[in-house]
C-alpha cells in the first residue's frame, strides 16, 4: 500500500548520517548513508508503523503535515 506522508530529509553531523523522518507518525524515522538510502528505509518504516497500528487496533493518521515552504523574490 501506499502512503503519501511527508518525510524531513536532512543531514546530521552528530550521527554522521541521513535521517528520514515522518513528522505526521509519530517515532516513525531511519537513517542511511545517502539521502536514497534514508527514503528507502523510511519507507519500509511507515509500512510496518502502520501495519503495528492495525494489529494493535490503533488509529492511522491521515497525512496532514505540510511544511512551511519559503521562496526568495528576486527583484525585477
Keep these: 500500500m501506499t502512503h503519501h506522508y511527508h518525510i524531513n530529509l536532512f543531514w546530521s553531523s552528530e550521527d554522521g548520517c541521513?535521517?528520514?523522518?515522518?513528522?505526521?507518525l509519530m517515532g516513525c524515522s531511519a537513517h542511511g548513508e545517502s539521502?536514497?538510502?534514508a527514503v528507502d528505509e523510511v519507507a519500509i518504516a511507515i509500512e510496518?508503523?502502520?501495519?503495528?497500528a492495525r494489529a494493535h487496533g490503533d488509529?492511522?493518521?491521515?497525512?496532514?503535515?505540510?511544511?512551511?515552504?519559503?521562496?526568495?523574490?528576486?527583484a525585477a
Design 59 to 74: 488509529p492511522i493518521p491521515e497525512p496532514r503535515y505540510s511544511p512551511a515552504i519559503y521562496a526568495i523574490r528576486r
Design 48 to 52: 510496518l508503523w502502520v501495519e503495528s
Design 18 to 24: 541521513w535521517i528520514a523522518d515522518v513528522p505526521d
Design 35 to 37: 539521502p536514497a538510502e
